[in-house]
């Protein structure tokens, strides 16, 4: 089992300012939180023991003072190894193995790694502690984290974690999911899995999916994964709002008691994603049809104009429709602060309009207002599906039929309660494929389909010179 321990180290100093002969003071607070995750909890004698610390700076400028993080072994282990943050140094003393990683800034995170080896059964405790100095003010904060050494032979196993996030852009305040998988790749099987997830400062936890047993301290997430047989995964996805546009960094560790892990390289894993505000242009949204009701998907129908009323080009535009109460976008793209939005994907010339179709599921019409609509200029986001080899299966579409509007009906097989997405080209080869958002639910053993054009594809049908089209069912 893996245990991360989670401080808060309240940091001052003070920093002398001399201008103009005159001298000024002032005081700089600093708020550490830092997290020690050994690769075991429990090793046979001679065996390897890697410890993961990280240490955050979630408020204040560290970048003059000393910070250092100390690691206190006892006789019974022998240091191997050590890797310090980028430009800092280590030292061993008496098995006192001390790591100076300066001063970083706000926001800051290092990750050191420390491997030491047992010599004698019983127990190891590494004593961390982290420390703040100035010529004022000195401050600590520090953990016991104690691995059980024995001589009896654990069960082998290889666990191993990774995280995914989205490869599209994410502006402040979307909703995003992201996936923290484990595995098991074993032989045997792993009891008692644990998974450390730590959560990036500036962000909304709204959901996990599945939801197991978790204990929750501030932004660390310790999840009880229970026994994971051999060849075997599991995947979490956890849906987040970031509040700001920083670039969030992901972290996790994954282990389990009584095993030996054959392969510890990848029992830590890491991601970023950086997140952005909208791109600078002046869109306006406009209602520009009543709604109908139309009888071949059973939702409501209303079209909406979008213009470039600025002085260049947009490279995509995103509308987002508000207020919505009992009334649901069907044909949403994505959520930000609550609200849906749909994306129109390709360029929008100055003076251009172009227009999109909502759609809703409601049980009568309602009043959308222009005032619902707010257009925003953002990047073209990433809709390039996933390979043909990974994808399993690559349905038949039974039929493609050209609707008296204009439209292409498709249809094809599918399993009731499944997700499939729809797949589109303009050449055969799938060359320059796109995914045709957002993804549809089968509520039967044949489900239909109709390309309408924007903003669930790039044209029209009748616009492209052709249009071919997959589809795929999602995991």
């Given amino acids: 089992m893996k245990f991360s321990f989670k ?56 970048t003059r003072v000393y910070t250092l993080v100390s690691n206190t072994l006892p006789a019974t282990a022998r240091y191997v190894s050590a890797v310090p943050n980028l430009g800092g140094a280590v030292t061993n003393f008496n098995n006192v193995i001390v790591f100076n990683i300066g001063g970083f800034a706000l926001g800051g995170i290092v990750r050191l790694s420390l491997t030491v080896q047992p010599t ?24 016991n984290v104690v691995t059980l050494v024995t001589n009896i032979p654990p069960v082998l ?25 484990v595995t098991n790749a074993g032989p045997a099987a792993a009891p008692g899995v644990v998974l450390t997830n730590t959560l ?6 709204l959901g996990v999916s599945p939801v197991p047993p978790a204990t929750v301290a501030s932004n660390i997430m310790i999840f009880n994964l229970g026994t994971m047989n051999g060849g075997t995964s599991t995947n979490l996805q956890l849906t987040i709002q970031p509040t700001n546009n920083v670039v969030l960094n992901f972290f996790a560790a994954v282990g389990a008691p009584g095993i030996l892990d054959t392969n510890l390289a990848n029992n830590t894993a890491s991601n970023s994603l950086a997140v952005i505000n909208y791109l600078a242009g002046i869109l306006n949204a406009s209602v520009t049809s009543p709604q109908t009701y139309n009888p071949q998907n059973g939702l409501v129908e209303q079209t909406i104009a979008v213009s470039n009323a600025g002085p260049a080009s947009v490279t995509a535009a995103r509308v987002l429709v508000t207020g919505l109460t009992n009334q649901q976008l069907y044909n949403v793209a994505g959520t930000n602060s609550g609200n849906p939005f749909v994306v129109y994907i390709s360029q929008l ?3 251009q309009t172009v227009t999109l179709l909502l759609q809703f599921f409601a049980t009568n019409y309602f009043t959308l207002a222009d005032a619902q609509l707010q257009a925003f200029a953002v990047p073209v986001p990433a809709l390039s599906p996933p390979p043909v080899a990974s994808v399993n299966p ?12 204009g439209d292409l009906l498709i249809e094809f097989p599918s399993t009731p309660g499944k997700t499939y997405t729809v797949v589109y080209s303009d050449n055969l080869s799938f060359s320059n494929a796109l995914i045709a958002p957002p993804s549809i639910v089968a509520g039967a053993n044949r489900k239909q389909w109709v390309d309408y054009g924007p903003p669930t594809t790039r044209s029209l049908p009748s616009a492209a010179p052709a249009r071919f089209y997959r589809v795929i069912q999602n995991p």
């Fill in 7 to 62: 401080f808060r180290l309240l940091a001052a100093f003070v920093a002398l300012l001399i201008f103009a002969g005159a001298d000024a003071q002032a005081q700089v607070g600093g708020y550490f939180e830092f997290s020690v995750v050994p690769s075991a909890n429990s090793l046979l004698v001679s065996n390897s023991l890697t410890y993961t610390i990280t240490v955050t700076n979630l408020v204040g400028d560290l």
């Fill in 120 to 143: 004698a059964a019983g127990s190891i405790t590494n004593q961390v502690v982290v420390s703040v100095a100035s010529t004022i003010v000195t401050n600590t904060a520090s953990t």
């Fill in 200 to 205: 990036p400062p500036g962000i909304i936890l």
């Fill in 394 to 405: 690559n349905l038949v579409i039974s039929r493609i039929v050209p609707l008296a509007n």
């Fill in 157 to 181: 196993a290889d666990l191993g974690v990774a995280i995914s996030v989205p490869s599209t852009a994410i502006i402040t305040n979307d909703w995003f999911t992201y996936r923290v998988s």
């Fill in 349 to 351: 010339d100055p003076n």
